[in-house]
Structures are given as structure tokens and as C-alpha cells.
């Protein structure tokens, strides 16, 4: 059974710094695995995805590792601003099924203080 | 393009009454699935349609319910409502059914059991 876990559940950092975001899954066969954000009360936002294939994808200050060997990706936050302050979420799809379904993790929420 | 809707965005009800959320998706979005969101859970897959058929389900009791239309608007129902199923509910779609096809997520509905 696929498990994906987020370390660290919270995260406070002072504006400007750089940041890493981890997410671990338990089971490799993924077909992709996907970073979101979530606002407080708000839906989902899509931030990058990345297919089982690829180990990187970039998006502006944002830039998502995947090493599917050893079940890890990460998030990284460039030069973090207030704005970034969210619940980020990652979330993996199954390899093999013909389904849509997403598996999450518990999310990092993080502040980023002026 | 108008993005995914769901309707009520906030609702409270009574301990044993039942519910009905409704999810539009983006205009020709085949498939629609269906998340719970808790503190305690985080995100939990419900179920999933496409084509008017349910083709996935989650781990949750009988009580959780969902149908989708011909013209792919989908209502999840929940009936004999308990206290734990106060949450997020969160609709999703996505143009075809399948890991591959990009998922873009609704704002939720709030649900308050008392």
C-alpha cells in the first residue's frame, strides 16, 4: 500500500531564505507525482509534476526533485517571500491503474515571516 | 474558461441528517473525483467518475455516496451524518480518466456536523 509522508509538518523561516520541502512515498511504482498548494480554506493549486521518468522540473523560484529509487522528492523555494506562506502538499499517482486517484501526504505548512 | 465549481461552499447540519454536495467541472472534463480533507486524515480519496460509472472507490462506509450526469456535473451525498464527517470535500477534474491527464481542483465545501 502506497504511503506518502511530509516531513516537516511546519515550517517557520524569515524572508529571503531558501527553503527545502520533503516528501517520501513507500512504494516506487509511480507514474508521476505532483506538488501542490493549498491556501487556508481554499482548494488546490497545482505547482509542478513530474513523470516518473523526469528527476526535475522548475517553475519560476520553485524547483521539484523526484528520485524514484529511493521513493524522495523535494521542493525547493527560492528567496521565500510572505506570499509563499501555505499549506504545500505533494501527491503521487499509481502506475499500472487506469485511474486519476491521487495519494497525498499530510502537507508542510509553512509561514514565511516578513 | 470557468474553473471547477462546487456548490455549497459552507454548510452546517444535524448529527444524522443527510447531505448532497455538487460539483461542476471545467467544461469538457470527463472525469470527476472526490476528496476528504481533515486535520487528522489530511486527504482522502472517495471516489471517482467518468462516463456516468464509478470507477474507483476509496475507503469509506456506505453512507458516502456520489453520481455523476450526462453532462459530467457530479453530487456526492452523505447520509446519516456523523461529527467526524465534518470536513473539506473537495471535487477534482480532469479531461480524461487515467494518471496522465492534468487534475484541477475545486474551492470545497466546507461541511459542519453538530
Known amino acids: 500500500k502506497q504511503e506518502v509522508t511530509q516531513i516537516p509538518a511546519a515550517l517557520s523561516v524569515p524572508e529571503g531564505e531558501n527553503l527545502v520541502l520533503n516528501c517520501s512515498f513507500t512504494?516506487?511504482?509511480?507514474?508521476?507525482l505532483q506538488w501542490f498548494r493549498q491556501d487556508p480554506g481554499k482548494g488546490l493549486t497545482s505547482l509542478l509534476l513530474?513523470?516518473?521518468?523526469?528527476r526535475e522540473q522548475t517553475s519560476g523560484r520553485l524547483n521539484a526533485s523526484l528520485d524514484k529509487s529511493s521513493g524522495r522528492s523535494t521542493l525547493y523555494i527560492a528567496a521565500s517571500q510572505p506570499g509563499d506562506s501555505a499549506t504545500y502538499l505533494c501527491?503521487?499517482?499509481?502506475?499500472?491503474?487506469?485511474?486519476?486517484?491521487?495519494?497525498f501526504g499530510q502537507g508542510t505548512t509553512l509561514q514565511v515571516k516578513p | 474558461k470557468a474553473g471547477v465549481t462546487q456548490t455549497p461552499r459552507y454548510l452546517i447540519k444535524t448529527r444524522g441528517q443527510q447531505v448532497t454536495l455538487s460539483c461542476s467541472p471545467i467544461?469538457?472534463?470527463?472525469?470527476v473525483s472526490w476528496y476528504q480533507q481533515t486535520p487528522g486524515q489530511g486527504l482522502q480519496f472517495l471516489f471517482e467518475?467518468?462516463?456516468?460509472?464509478?470507477?474507483n472507490k476509496g475507503n469509506f462506509p456506505g453512507r458516502f455516496s456520489g453520481r455523476q450526469f450526462s453532462n459530467s456535473r457530479s453530487e456526492m451525498n452523505v447520509s446519516t451524518l456523523e461529527l467526524g464527517d465534518s470536513a473539506l470535500y473537495l471535487c477534482?477534474?480532469?479531461?480524461?480518466?487515467?494518471?496522465?491527464?492534468?487534475?484541477?481542483f475545486g474551492e470545497g465545501s466546507w461541511l459542519t456536523v453538530v
Open positions: 467518475y467518468f462516463s456516468e460509472t464509478q470507477r
Open positions: 512504494d516506487s511504482a509511480i507514474y508521476n
Open positions: 467544461s469538457g472534463h470527463r472525469s
Open positions: 477534482a477534474s480532469s479531461l480524461n480518466l487515467g494518471p496522465g491527464n492534468t487534475i484541477y
Open positions: 513530474i513523470q516518473s521518468s523526469q
Open positions: 501527491a503521487v499517482s499509481l502506475l499500472g491503474s487506469n485511474t486519476g486517484k491521487l495519494i
